[in-house]
């Protein structure tokens, strides 16, 4: 089975924190994907990466950064943390031609 | 760009009945997927089915069936016999090639009645 492993589940932060939220994948998959979840827009690209120390903006990169020194874990940073950045982030993981797989997602509450 | 709608944000069924969810899209390719993913309240994010556009035959899995309209760019979610476990976020959501990003729709929530 695949596995995705997002490294927390529910996190609470202050504004102007740092913030990394970790993914980490199993599987030695090239492509892997940082999402956001909100009530009523879906699920937004935020950033993506198709191999180590590569990386492509999504749709909603401002405020965010990403980093991937190794091929099994993708870290999005948040630099600056601001209230409009409390969400769900989903992670997934893609191996070409096969159906995205996501992690069990972060739940990220920033007072 | 691609667009992605479930107009029904949020819709219920009896236990055991049929229900359809819709999603239609909007792009200029000719080749692309669709799929429909289902979130329970676990939050994890499960493939339910998909479909190549290059298929003419609607995709099938068990009780979850699509109707795929190329033409008209819609790609609804048939649930027959539905169960309380299909209780869910239904996210319809379009992938074109070359690249593997995915577009999702804003979302479907069902609710299964007993």
């Known amino acids: 089975d695949v596995k995705v492993t997002q490294s927390s589940r529910y996190l609470v932060k202050r504004t102007g924190e740092k913030v990394f939220l970790e993914c980490v994948q199993d599987m030695d998959h090239e492509n892997m994907f940082w999402y956001r979840q909100d009530p009523g827009l879906g699920l937004r690209l935020i950033y993506f990466s198709y191999d180590v120390k590569m990386k492509e903006k999504g749709d909603i990169p401002e405020g965010y950064s990403v980093s991937r020194e190794k091929k099994e874990r993708f870290s999005l940073i948040l630099e600056s943390a601001s209230t409009n950045q409390t969400s769900m982030y989903l992670c997934a993981i893609l191996k070409r031609g096969q159906p995205q797989h996501f992690g069990d997602g972060t739940r990220l509450s920033i007072l | 760009a691609q667009t992605v709608t479930q107009s029904q944000p949020e819709m219920s069924v009896q236990e055991a009945e049929t229900v359809t969810l819709s999603c239609t899209y909007d792009?200029?390719?000719?080749?692309?997927?669709l799929f429909w993913y289902k979130q329970p309240p676990s939050r994890q994010m499960i493939l339910v089915i998909r479909?190549?556009?290059?298929?003419?035959q609607n995709a099938t899995e068990n009780r979850f069936s699509v109707n795929f309209q190329k033409a008209a760019k819609s790609f609804s979610l048939k649930i027959s016999d539905s169960q309380l476990g299909d209780t869910a976020m239904y996210f319809c959501?379009?992938?074109?090639?070359?690249?593997?990003?995915?577009?999702f729709g804003t979302g479907t929530r069902l609710q299964v009645f007993p």
């Open positions: 959501a379009f992938r074109g090639l070359p690249t593997d990003k995915l577009i």
């Open positions: 479909q190549e556009a290059y298929k003419q």
């Open positions: 792009t200029s390719e000719n080749n692309y997927y």
